[in-house]
């Protein structure tokens, strides 16, 4: 059955079943005359080549691919990143799968608390130029761990993390920034849809702090980020 959910800040409209169904409990609204986005997604819908794999996953990660794409029509992106919310602010983490992402935004609860801290996407919070500021977004495609808020904020910096023997952290001057988000979001190969994806990404990198990362899983390096991040940006705010 049909259900409308508010998901980064739009009327998206799904027909939805297991584990995507179950995440995007928290965005339901009541049903709606028009939607912003429609995704029609049934058992079976999504398989194609990869026959043993479970129906369920194939549905969650096809519902994100198809949230994401079209949701470039309305100024938006994913990123693969983990984004923690604090003091009204977002700061997104983004590495490729394994580095340690999810560790460092637990490492800033684990230091400013739970309550303050808060995760609002754990894998692909949704990105959207709206109003003049660029917003992040929870939304249900949240990673295997299912952590998510339903909560905007704006961006308060992005950082790209590698591991590294001690902690460092500096502005992204390298010249391969562009190929670094792109390398972290969902790619249509049509012409349209680089285009925009191009143009979100340059309005972004030019709007949003960016910072680098080497670091290790450690309390010490989330203090340092947060102190860079955070504190500073409060102070030239």
Known sequence: MEQDYRIAGLRVRMDTFGRTAALAQPYCIDFG???????QSQQGYYRQRQADAPEDDLEYMGTSRDFYTKLLQYDGMALHASAVMVDGQAYLFS?????????????????LGKDRAIIINDDK????????????????WCGKDGLNHNQCAPVGGICFLQRGASNAITPYLADDLLFRFLRQTIIVRESSYIDRMLTLVDSLTKQVPIWQLHCTPTLEAARLTYQQMAVKDTIHR
């Not at 005359?33 to 995704?39: G, M, P, V």
């Not at 490729?96 to 800033?108: E, F, M, Q, R, Y």
């Open 95 to 111: 590495a490729d799968s394994g580095v340690g992402k999810s560790t460092h935004t637990a490492l800033w609860q684990q230091l």
């Open 33 to 39: 005359a028009k939607a912003d986005i429609c995704i």
């Open 125 to 140: 919070p949704a990105l959207r130029w709206v109003d003049g500021q660029w917003l992040a977004y929870g939304t249900p």
